[in-house]
Nanobody, 127 residues
């Protein structure tokens, strides 16, 4: 089994920055895809960013492109989401997700693609 634990959320103002972290433990496959999703109240969980094992292939949702950066440190089993120029519409619970298989260009944005999820960390951006 894989355990994912997110941290780094909080209450910030418009234009501020936050860095989310996701610590992975348990079984690893050495090729797993990692991603961040978010869910705002009353809305479905949506894709934010994904990264493959090597860090070479990265995808972003259009809504965060140019403001958010996903990265990973495989030696530490860590994944990060640097969020800059935050907006009130970024307010949500942010979830870290992992799939044991290689990142797939057809499925990377789908909730159903990922097998493991963290408990989430709240990000609130005030206007």
């Amino acid at each position: 089994q894989v355990q994912l634990v997110e941290s780094g959320g909080g209450l910030v103002q418009t234009g501020d920055s936050l860095r989310l972290s996701c610590a992975a433990s348990g079984r690893t496959f050495n090729r797993e895809a990692m991603a961040w999703f978010r869910q705002a109240p009353g809305k479905e969980r949506e894709f934010v960013a994904a990264i493959n094992w090597s860090g070479i292939t990265i995808y972003y949702a259009d809504s965060v492109k140019g403001r958010f950066t996903i990265s990973r440190e495989n030696a530490k089993n860590m994944v990060y989401l640097q969020m800059n120029s935050l907006k009130p519409e970024d307010t949500a619970v942010y979830y870290c997700a992992q799939d044991p298989s290689t990142l797939n260009s057809y499925t990377y944005y789908k909730v159903s693609f990922y097998d493991y999820w963290g408990q989430g960390t709240q990000v609130t951006v005030s206007s």
